[in-house]
């Protein structure tokens, strides 16, 4: 089973900075993962859940216009977590932040398989006062 846990959530005055980070552990029939491609989400009371950033499995990124200059997304497969760092954060950022990640399995024969399905956290909330 993979779990994916949030971190780093907090209350910040406009302007501060917080950074998320997201941990993945378990095993999934009992083999080893790695964390691939992986993205940070985020859903503000009455809207819908929106992408913020993504990372690819080429390390390419790609960030929501709203955030871009702003937060940078970072991956690092062998601890298997993701972090969004949040900087010059504005009051309209406040929202819960999910992260959600592809996995690829570590196979007993060797090779890697990839999974097409994300794994999700279950979020970490995030306000910023103004």
Do not use: H
Not at 24 to 51: C, D, H, L, N
Not at 66 to 72: D, E, I
Request: glycine content about 12%.
């Amino acid at each position: 089973q993979v779990r994916l846990e949030e971190s780093g959530g907090g209350v910040v005055q406009a302007g501060g900075s917080l950074r998320l980070s997201c941990a993945a552990s378990g095993r999934i029939r009992g083999s080893t993962f790695t964390i691939r491609s992986s993205g940070w989400y985020r859903q503000a009371p009455g809207k819908e859940r929106e992408v913020v950033a993504q990372i690819m499995d080429d390390s390419s990124t790609n960030y929501a216009d709203f955030v871009k200059g702003r937060f940078t997304i970072s991956s690092d497969s062998a601890k298997n977590a993701v972090d969004l760092q949040m900087n010059s954060l504005e009051p309209e950022d406040t929202a819960v932040y999910y992260c959600a990640t592809k996995i690829k399995i570590r196979l007993s024969g060797g090779g890697w398989y990839y999974t097409t399905d994300d794994y999700w956290g279950r979020g970490t909330q995030v306000t910023v006062s103004s």
